[in-house]
């Protein structure tokens, strides 16, 4: 047991956090204006491969070697962005089901990478590997001051700005702002795309960061996690930066716990059952808390101007 | 001040505004009265650009302005309060009031220089609230006042309130209209749109009278009285008080003993109340609001958890305090709730299936067996009978409740509750958002019914409906009861006093 509690654990939790981090983020902006984040999978599927894509293509195409990386993440902000918005207009022009238009978003990105990297690649699948010194920086130390910046400008930004005011009023109850005079379809669209941006790179943290290329589903889950640790968070930044840190420290347990912890008899723990404990522990949490947490009081509600 | 010209509103195939034309001068208090329905909401919403007018012109100081949002109207100078606060619940004072009009800059929000500026506004208009308290702890009067300080804050000269009086205590009515003179003092416009006629009497200065999506007239406050108004808005002769004859009393068909309720949380609502209800009368309870009368209520229809009740509950003889909401209804109990929208109506559901509710379990209106399908035929004809005698519009069963207004929905109620011949009915605010026409025949019922030998106990927040109907008024205070009086002949300042002192 003793292997698994070391410095370096520390390290890979802030690590496996971080895309967790940035989509959260990403969903509390878009959630705290009232309009449900289910899509943010999607968005970091989007953001991932897009990322990988580009990068590999400023890599060899136009030979920009340690710059490449960075296009690479303005490459995933961008794809974030433009699926966050078509999921904008859906759910605030078109007035959809968020949930049914999330969940299309998020069947649809199962497949568009594996199309496009068939069309660009040749591949099933993967964009082609990219070379170690060509990805984002992964020293745990920059990444958590980066990460504390970003929380506090946006706990900043909440609750210190009228932006932020203006955006939680949407979501707690959109007819007051529109009698006060404050556009709650812009708001909104503002919330939903600046989820995109945040969960797009956090997408491209994961393919160009935590690994050097795309695969097939590789964001495995961590949009739904980045939900759960939104609301296991209250929707506010800090304790959704504390959820997102247990759900990374858990991911990370697990991964140290291959092969170093056995069962009295002597056996492995099969693999399979320690790769459960970040979506068990995601389960749990949510059964055990979402009553108690109260989400903003208009999310998932379209706003219908005239009855 | 504020014209409008020619306005006309159509929601699909309803006409709600029809070549609206209003004047309202700089400086006065002009009311805006109607049925409900009658489209005077309609007509303020288009002023404050909630919704643009299909046609017609809105002038401002004398000026054709486009009002698209109420963003524009804000800008112009115009404030309104809905009858519904548009207040953020889980926000403060302060930030509700500088929503959409922040101080300071984009990039910092200046809550303090804002809290100081509504401190100062507080004081000018005696609208005392604290700036850093979140609205959901505050009282309804006191959130009333943040939305005028809203409309304040952004330096409206005219305000338009819209039934700013209907979740008012009478005492908070009172110091309402102090408010009221003061800013017309202060140079401010106020419209205010009621169908309270002793209120459109007691603060305007002008009325429009508005019937059916029509304006039908236009007068001054001093050249006019309630009947003529109540005529106007109803468009036919209205009587105004009840008439009814001596009540014939019987045994005590409910009865109190010492009863207490506590809630979940520990507070003791009601506290040691005896009384009794005889067949052929109507008790009255007198009361500000949130005084215990909705405790009671539902303690006596079996809402409340039999824990959380001390005493007894006594019908025909009979301790029913661990009695089932249900098994209560085939004791003969009816309910008429205060809330009609909470505990009276599915409103997604039609009128024909709100029509059986509470029966909608048993013969005739399930069939095979007793209880195993329900039966469309029994049920369209018992709404039929019901919306026809009590003259439910539209009648069409087939339409949800929802789309009824306010004094439709609670006939549909109380023809409901009418058509299982109650042994007992309590009955809580009957009238509450109903129209004059609408209250007139209810009261009628609710005397019909009493002359039938039910026996009726009567909750309302409104004095005159209480003292007019009851034939014996008992007035609770903190949950006790602070005294009994008899109707005829107590005097509103009498009844008042006890129900502000309790004693």
């Given at each position: 047991?003793?292997?698994v509690?070391?410095?370096?654990?520390?390290?890979?939790?802030?690590?496996?956090?971080?895309?967790?981090?940035?989509?959260?983020?990403?969903?509390?902006?878009?959630?705290?204006?009232?309009?449900?984040n289910?899509?943010?999978?999607?968005?970091?599927?989007?953001?991932?491969?897009?990322?990988?894509?580009?990068?590999?293509?400023?890599?060899?195409k136009?030979?920009?070697?340690?710059?490449?990386?960075?296009?690479g993440?303005?490459?995933?902000?961008?794809?974030?962005?433009?699926?966050?918005?078509?999921?904008?207009?859906?759910?605030?022009?078109?007035?959809?089901?968020?949930?049914?238009?999330?969940?299309?978003?998020?069947?649809?990105?199962?497949g568009?990478?594996?199309?496009?990297?068939?069309?660009?690649?040749?591949?099933?699948?993967?964009?082609?590997?990219l070379?170690?010194?060509?990805?984002?920086p992964?020293?745990?130390?920059?990444?958590?001051?980066?990460?504390?910046?970003?929380?506090?400008?946006?706990?900043y930004?909440?609750?210190?700005?009228?932006?932020?005011l203006?955006?939680?009023s949407v979501?707690?109850?959109?007819?007051?702002?529109d009698?006060?005079?404050v556009?709650?379809?812009?708001?909104?669209?503002?919330?939903?795309l600046?989820?995109g941006?945040?969960?797009?790179?956090?997408?491209?943290?994961?393919?160009?960061?935590?690994?050097?290329?795309?695969?097939?589903?590789?964001?495995?889950?961590?949009g739904?996690i980045?939900?759960?640790a939104?609301?296991?968070?209250?929707?506010?930044?800090?304790?959704?930066?504390?959820?997102?840190?247990?759900?990374?420290?858990?991911?990370?347990?697990s991964?140290?716990?291959q092969?170093?912890?056995?069962?009295?008899?002597?056996?492995?723990?099969?693999?399979?059952?320690?790769?459960?404990?970040?979506?068990?522990?995601?389960?749990?949490?949510?059964?055990?808390?979402?009553?108690?947490?109260r989400?903003?009081?208009?999310?998932?509600?379209p706003?219908?101007?005239?009855? | 001040?504020?014209?409008?010209?020619?306005?006309?509103?159509?929601f699909?195939?309803?006409l709600?505004n029809?070549?609206?034309n209003?004047?309202v001068?700089?400086?006065t208090?002009?009311?805006?009265?109607?049925?409900?329905?009658?489209?005077?909401?309609?007509?303020?919403?288009i002023?404050y650009?909630?919704?643009?007018?299909?046609?017609?012109?809105?002038?401002?100081?004398?000026?054709?302005?486009?009002?698209?949002s109420?963003?524009?109207?804000?800008?112009?100078?115009?404030?309104?309060?809905?009858?519904?606060?548009?207040?953020?619940?889980t926000?403060?004072?302060?930030?509700?009031?500088?929503?959409?009009?922040e101080?300071?800059?984009s990039?910092?929000?200046?809550?303090?220089?804002?809290?100081?500026?509504?401190?100062?506004l507080?004081?000018?208009?005696?609208?005392?609230?604290?700036?850093?308290?979140?609205?959901?702890?505050?009282?309804?009067?006191?959130?009333?006042?943040?939305?005028l300080?809203?409309?304040?804050?952004?330096?409206?000269?005219?305000l338009?309130?819209?039934?700013?009086?209907?979740v008012?205590?009478?005492?908070?009515?009172e110091e309402?209209?102090?408010?009221?003179?003061?800013?017309?003092?202060?140079g401010?416009?106020?419209?205010?749109i009621t169908?309270?006629?002793?209120?459109?009497?007691?603060?305007?200065?002008?009325?429009t009278?508005?019937?059916?999506?029509?304006v039908?007239?236009?007068?001054?406050?001093k050249?006019?009285?309630?009947?003529?108004?109540?005529?106007?808005m109803?468009?036919?002769?209205?009587?105004?008080?009840?008439?009814?004859?001596?009540?014939?009393?019987?045994?005590?068909?409910?009865?109190v003993?010492?009863?207490?309720?506590?809630?979940?949380?520990?507070?003791?609502?009601?506290?040691n109340?005896?009384?009794?209800?005889?067949?052929?009368?109507?008790?009255?309870?007198?009361?500000?609001?949130?005084?215990?009368?909705?405790e009671?209520?539902?303690?006596?229809?079996?809402?409340?958890?039999p824990?959380?009740?001390?005493?007894?509950?006594?019908?025909?003889?009979?301790?029913?305090?661990?009695?089932?909401?249900?098994?209560?209804?085939?004791?003969?109990?009816?309910?008429?709730?205060?809330?009609?929208?909470?505990?009276?109506?599915?409103?997604?559901?039609?009128?024909?299936?709100?029509?059986?509710?509470?029966?909608?379990?048993?013969?005739?209106?399930t069939?095979?067996?007793?209880?195993?399908?329900l039966?469309d035929?029994a049920?369209?004809?018992?709404?039929?009978?019901?919306?026809?005698?009590?003259?439910?519009?539209?009648?069409?069963?087939a339409?949800?409740?929802?789309?009824?207004?306010?004094?439709?929905?609670q006939?549909?109620?109380?023809?409901?509750?009418?058509?299982?011949?109650?042994?007992?009915?309590?009955?809580?605010?009957?009238?509450?958002?109903?129209?004059i026409?609408?209250?007139?025949?209810?009261?009628?019922?609710?005397?019909?019914?009493?002359?039938?030998?039910c026996?009726?106990?009567?909750?309302?927040?409104?004095?005159?409906?209480?003292?007019?109907?009851?034939?014996?008024?008992?007035?609770?205070?903190?949950?006790?009861?602070?005294?009994?009086?008899?109707?005829?002949?107590?005097?509103?300042?009498?009844?008042?006093?006890?129900?502000?002192?309790?004693?």
């Open positions: 047991m003793r292997d509690f070391t410095l370096s654990l520390i390290a890979s939790t802030i690590r496996l956090a971080t895309p967790l981090v940035l989509a959260a983020l990403g969903g509390l902006f878009s959630e705290r204006s009232g309009v449900i289910i899509a943010l999978e999607g968005k970091m599927l989007a953001g991932a491969f897009t990322a990988a894509a580009v990068t590999y293509a400023a890599d060899t136009l030979g920009m070697g340690n710059a490449s990386p960075w296009v993440l303005l490459g995933g902000l961008v794809a974030g962005l433009f699926i966050a918005f078509i999921y904008a207009v859906s759910c605030i022009r078109f007035k959809a089901d968020q949930v049914v238009s999330g969940a299309a978003i998020n069947i649809l990105m199962l568009i990478p594996g199309f496009l990297s068939g069309a660009f690649f040749l591949s099933s699948g993967s964009t082609p590997q070379p170690k010194d060509h990805l984002l992964q020293s745990p130390v920059v990444i958590a001051i980066t990460i504390l910046i970003l929380v506090a400008l946006i706990w930004v909440l609750y210190k700005t009228p932006f932020g203006r955006l939680r979501g707690e109850k959109p007819e007051a702002a009698a006060a005079g556009s709650v379809s812009k708001l909104r669209y503002s919330g939903v600046l989820a941006m945040l969960a797009g790179i956090g997408g491209a943290y994961l393919s160009i960061g935590q690994s050097s290329l795309f695969t097939r589903n590789m964001t495995a889950g961590r739904f980045a939900l759960a939104l609301i296991f968070g209250k929707w506010r930044p800090v304790q959704t930066l504390l959820a997102c840190l247990l759900f990374g420290f858990t991911e990370a347990v991964i140290q716990m092969g170093a912890v056995k069962l009295p008899s002597g056996e492995d723990i099969p693999v399979q059952f320690i790769n459960m404990v970040p979506y068990v522990l995601t389960i749990v949490v949510l059964a055990g808390f979402i009553g108690s947490s989400p903003p009081r208009a999310l998932g509600v706003y219908q101007k005239e009855k | 001040m504020l014209e409008l010209r020619e306005i006309t509103k159509r699909g195939d309803v709600a029809d070549h609206v209003i004047v001068k700089p400086g208090i002009h009311a805006i009265v109607g049925e409900n329905g009658a489209g005077k909401s309609t007509a303020m919403r002023a650009g909630f919704y643009t007018a299909d046609s017609g012109e809105i002038l401002v100081d004398g000026q054709v302005r486009e009002i698209r109420p963003h524009d109207a804000i800008a112009l100078g115009i404030g309104m309060v809905h009858q519904h606060f548009m207040l953020v619940e926000m403060t004072v302060a930030e509700n009031i500088v929503l959409g009009a101080p300071g800059s990039f910092a929000l200046d809550l303090k220089s804002a809290a100081a500026q509504i401190r100062q507080s004081e000018e208009f005696k609208l005392a609230v604290n700036p850093n308290e979140p609205v959901e702890h505050l009282s309804v009067g006191q959130q009333q006042r943040v939305e300080l809203k409309a304040l804050y952004r330096h409206a000269k005219l338009i309130l819209d039934e700013p009086t209907a008012l205590t009478p005492l908070e009515v309402f209209f102090g408010i009221l003179r003061r800013m017309r003092a202060q401010k416009t106020v419209i205010i169908h309270k006629l002793s209120e459109v009497l007691a603060i305007s200065d002008e009325v009278v508005m019937r059916d999506g029509k039908v007239g236009g007068v001054q406050t050249d006019t009285n309630a009947a003529e108004l109540a005529r106007m109803v468009g036919r002769e209205v009587l105004l008080r009840v008439e009814k004859p001596d009540a014939d009393v019987g045994r005590a068909a409910l009865e003993r010492n009863l207490s309720v506590t809630t979940a949380t520990g507070a003791k609502r009601v506290d109340i005896s009384f009794q209800v005889r067949t052929g009368e109507i008790v009255g309870i007198a009361g500000v609001e949130g005084n215990g009368q909705t009671l209520i539902e303690a006596l229809a079996g809402l409340v958890e824990a959380q009740i001390t005493g007894e509950i006594i019908i025909d003889g009979k301790n029913i305090n661990a009695v089932s909401a249900r098994a209560r209804r085939e004791l003969g109990i009816s309910h008429i709730p205060e809330d009609r929208h909470r505990r009276g109506l599915l409103l997604d559901f039609n009128l024909a299936e709100n029509s059986i509710l509470g029966v909608h379990y048993r013969p005739p209106i069939r095979l067996a007793g209880n195993v399908f039966d035929g049920i369209r004809r018992r709404a039929t009978e019901i919306i026809e005698a009590f003259d439910v519009r539209p009648r069409n069963a339409l949800p409740a929802r789309s009824l207004s306010g004094g439709n929905q006939k549909l109620i109380i023809g409901r509750e009418y058509h299982v011949n109650p042994k007992v009915l309590l009955v809580s605010q009957p009238t509450r958002g109903v129209d026409g609408a209250i007139e025949f209810i009261h009628r019922q609710l005397v019909k019914l009493r002359d039938q030998g026996a009726i106990l009567l909750v309302s927040a409104e004095l005159e409906e209480v003292t007019s109907l009851s034939d014996r008024l008992l007035v609770v205070h903190d949950g006790k009861i602070a005294g009994e009086v008899d109707p005829k002949v107590a005097t509103l300042e009498e009844i008042g006093l006890l129900m502000t002192r309790g004693h």
